[in-house]
Structures are given as C-alpha cells and as structure tokens.
C-alpha cells in the first residue's frame, strides 16, 4: 500500500450528468494531482509528494524517485502499468509545470538554517521512515513534527535517519568510550568537528574543517569514521573509496552533507585540488554529458571527513590549514574490544549524544555574538564557532581553541617529515653545525646542488623532487612558516649588490 495521499483531480458531477470523457493522456495527467511543483535556484525542477502522515517528500522531478510515484499511482487508480512512452510524457509535464510555476525554493540536506535557527533532519530516505526534524534556537531545542517543518529537506537514497534525541544524560568526555582518543584536547576536537559539520551554510560559501582519522592498523580509523558519520550524517554509504573521476565527487557532494571516504592511501594532485575548495565553498563545472556545449555545474560548500594516512591531506599547505588530523593509537591487547561491543555501546549512547551536541549548538546560536579569538588556526571562523558552541556541553573556555592550535603544529610535523626538501635542509643545518656553523649562505644554484647531492638517490629520481633552483626556491617559500614553527630554521632569500646577485640564507634560530 503506498504512504502518498491518492487524489483523482477529478471535479464532482451534478447528479443526473454523466461525466464527461477523457482520452487516455488526460486520465494520465491526473496522476499529477496534489503535487506541488517548484525549482531549486540553480533551476532544476523539483516536485513535493503529499504523504498519508501529513507532510511532504520532496523529490527532484528527473529522479527514480519520482518515476515510482507514478507508476504506483497508476496502478492504484488503472489498475495497470504505465509504459515507458506515457511516464516520459509524465515527467516532462511535471517539469514544465515546475518550470512554469515559478516558485523557488531553497533546499537543505540534513541540516538547515532559518530565520537564525538551525534545523537537523531525522529522516532517513525511506518515505515510511521518521520525518521530524530537531528545531535549535539560541535558547535550546526541541523535535517538531514533519508537517510543521518550514525548511525543505532532500534526502539522497543512501540516507539512514537519526534517532531521537535525549536531554541530559551524556557528558562530553563520554565520546571516548566508543572512540580510540587518548586526552581531553583530542576529545574537545572531536566536540569540535561534531559543532563545525552541523552548521549549515546557504550560499555555497562557508568554512568546514576536513576531518582526517589516522593511525597505524588496528587502531580503530574505520570505527571512528563510522561513528563520527552517524553523529553527523548517517548514510549507508560507510567505507566506500573515492570516486575516480572530481565529477563523480561533486555529484556526491550536491546530493548529501557529509562527504565521508576511507581507507585512503593517497589522494593525487587532481583530488587534492577539489577537495580544499570544497571545505570554504567551490565550484565545478564541466561539459554537460551528451551535448555538444551546454556547461554543467555545481556549488557546494560540505563537510568531509577521511580515513586513512595523512600525507596524501598534510603534505599540501591548503589543505593542511583546513584539517583536524585524529590520530588514533594502538591499544594494548587487554584493552582492545570487538567491533560489535563497541557498536552496540554506541547505539545506547547514541541519542544522549545528540542531545548533547544540540545544546552544543544551541549554546553556540547563544554565545557566537561576544565569541572572540585573538589569535587561532586559520579556519579560524570555524574555530570561533566551536569556541561558542562549547560551553553548551561543559568544555572550558579556550581549550579548543588551544587543542586545535596544536593540533596544527602536529599537522606541521607530520608534513615536513614527509617532505623530502625540508628533510634535506635540515640534514644540511646538520652538516653546518658539525663544522661549527649555525648557518648556510650562498646562491640558489650553489643550494639546489647541495640539496641534491644530500638526499637520497630515489628522492633525486622522484617527480616530486624540484627539477631546478627555481622550483626549489618557490618550494622553500611554501614550507618556510612550517619549518621555522616546527624545526625553528629560518629560509630567508635575499639580494646582493646586483640584481643578479641573489642568494639564501638558511638558519637554525635555536
């Protein structure tokens, strides 16, 4: 039996009238009955499905989604299927109609922002699922019902629902009990990506921190991710690799908030290029398939979260700047818990914690206003934004603020120790301080060629290695900040007397 409400259109007949007869398109375009029909802002025709229990599922109108509405209404009011020919005339009515409407609404996936407040949606994408939504002002929260729910949710077919939340009975520091994290700062870090992932963002422009889950094996990333994907967007699509194509990856990313990938042993240079973007608002474009020049495109601004090793995400200084690196560690045998145990305390957690992360929310709509960070990471909107949240579930003023800036010269570390240059330099400083010296001068050439001869043979043959002086002194400029918080060396190019004349100056300042 479907869960959509059946209206035939059809006007009542006086009595003694025989109603008049409608050929068969006409007794088709009845299965359009009851269907709001509007578009998105980008245009893309949409359509709201009137459901038994009072609220609408909107749907994009060129959607699988939409097809099997009516092919089931149709056999409910003809007792028949509906051929392929009827059902694309069908769906290119409906388009017009939405077309023709004029109605533009804005549309939101799992979270929302209206009239400053933020709305969480509990629905998964079955149609007989949840559809209530959690409604957080700066003076709470509460569960409303679907049908008083004034944003409009979409909701991809991989979407699982929330369970309702409860008020209460969590702390913030019962997140490791199902997460692998060793202090207080690893847990405020993980509150603030769970604050920072929830906020929503209307215009394709934002600031989201990308959360990478790092460790040797054993240690739980998988767990972690999944744990952090049910908090945040639940789907089930957990552990799946990433696309082959950036297309393929910004599709994903219109069609759901959290973009969630594991198992990561690398990211290329052509992934690496969409991804940062994405985190502060981006957009790709590209020739539309199976035409001849019509563009395709898409603006988004997501959360992401990545399991996996970290260089392919800390070796860029763009994306450094907008990471969280979880880095989990292994526990002893004794220590160490099957995956269903963990799991199934998680379930029982699961509802305190959300209650928890919406005061969180609440407290931040509360507090954001006379929030102010002197000096933070450079997601620093972000950071402010979770500083404001977290007195909402008992963190101290400050400390993520102080976890995050760590967190960063931790990221630092792990760059540069993967970084063949900056390993170079610091073997020359070496050689420098065991003749006495506390520094190394001379021309870009002169470095270039020193540098090489210190690193090792496949680093010389690497196609990461600069091919000449020039592409080592831009590569000296990129990891200058790094290298003088993490390793205290300065990198200072200079002139001579001439403008040929040009040189480096490299220091260990402590």
């Known amino acids: 039996m479907s869960e959509f409400v059946m209206d035939d259109g059809e006007p009542a007949t006086p009595e003694g009238e025989k109603p008049a007869k409608r050929n068969r398109r006409d007794e088709r375009a009845l299965l359009l009955a009851g269907i709001e029909f509007w578009v998105t802002d980008d245009g893309t025709p949409h359509a709201s499905l009137p459901h038994l229990k009072g609220h609408l599922e909107h749907v994009r109108i060129a959607s699988r989604e939409f097809e099997s509405h009516l092919r089931i209404k149709n056999f409910q009011m003809h007792g028949d299927g509906i051929s392929a020919t009827a059902l694309a005339d ?4 409906a388009a017009g109609k939405a077309l023709a409407a004029g109605e533009v609404r804005a549309t939101w996936h799992r979270t929302a922002g209206h009239n400053g ?20 002002t700066d003076e709470g929260w509460c569960i409303t019902p679907a049908k008083d729910v004034p944003v409009t949710f979409l909701r991809d077919k991989d979407q699982l629902p929330l369970p309702k ?17 060793e202090t207080d700062d690893d847990v405020a870090l993980l509150w603030a990506y769970l604050f920072a992932a929830l906020r929503p963002f209307s215009d394709g422009a934002g600031q989201y921190p990308i959360g990478l889950v790092h460790g040797e094996q054993g240690t739980g990333k998988s767990k972690a991710l999944k744990i952090l994907q049910a908090l945040i967007d639940p789907s089930r699509l957990t552990g799946r690799v990433m696309p082959r194509e950036p297309r393929d990856f910004w599709v994903s990313a219109n069609r759901r908030h959290l973009i969630a990938y594991d198992n990561l042993s690398t990211i290329s240079g052509q992934f690496a290029d969409q991804i940062a973007p994405l985190a502060t608002g981006g957009s790709y474009s590209a020739r539309a398939l199976h035409t001849d020049g019509e563009e395709f495109s898409i603006t988004a601004c997501r959360p992401m979260l990545f399991g996996g090793i970290p260089s392919g995400l800390l070796g860029r200084d763009d994306m450094r700047d907008r990471t969280i690196a979880f880095e989990l560690k292994p526990l002893p045998k004794g220590e160490r818990r099957e995956e269903v145990e963990i799991f199934a305390e998680f379930e029982v957690l699961h509802p305190a914690l959300l209650g928890l992360l919406y005061d969180g929310l609440a407290a931040g709509l509360r507090n954001l206003p006379t929030t102010k960070i002197e000096i933070g990471p450079r997601m620093l909107d972000a950071c402010t934004w979770a500083e404001a949240c977290a007195p909402g579930v008992g963190i101290e003023p400050g400390l993520i603020t102080r976890a995050w800036m760590a967190n960063r010269a931790g990221a630092d570390r792990v760059a540069l120790d993967a970084d063949d240059v900056a390993q170079a330099v610091l073997k020359l400083l070496q050689a420098q301080a065991d003749l006495g010296l506390d520094h190394w001068k001379g021309s870009p050439t002169a470095l270039y060629d020193r540098l090489l001869e210190l ?25 200058a900040p790094a290298m003088r918080t993490v390793h205290q060396v300065d990198m200072v190019p200079g002139k001579g007397g001439t403008n040929s004349s040009r040189f480096w100056f490299l220091k260990k300042t402590a």
Request: hydrophobic share 40%; no cysteine.
């Open 90 to 93: 069908l769906v290119a009515l």
């Open 117 to 136: 407040e933020i709305w969480i949606d509990l629905g998964g994408r079955d149609p007989g699922g949840e559809r209530d939504a959690v409604r957080i």
């Open 165 to 181: 939340p409860v008020q209460g009975e969590a702390q913030w520091g019962d997140l490791r009990r199902v997460m692998n994290v």
């Open 455 to 479: 690193a090792p043979d496949h680093v010389r043959k690497s196609t990461l290695w600069p091919k000449s002086a020039v592409g080592l002194g831009e590569k000296l400029r990129r990891i």
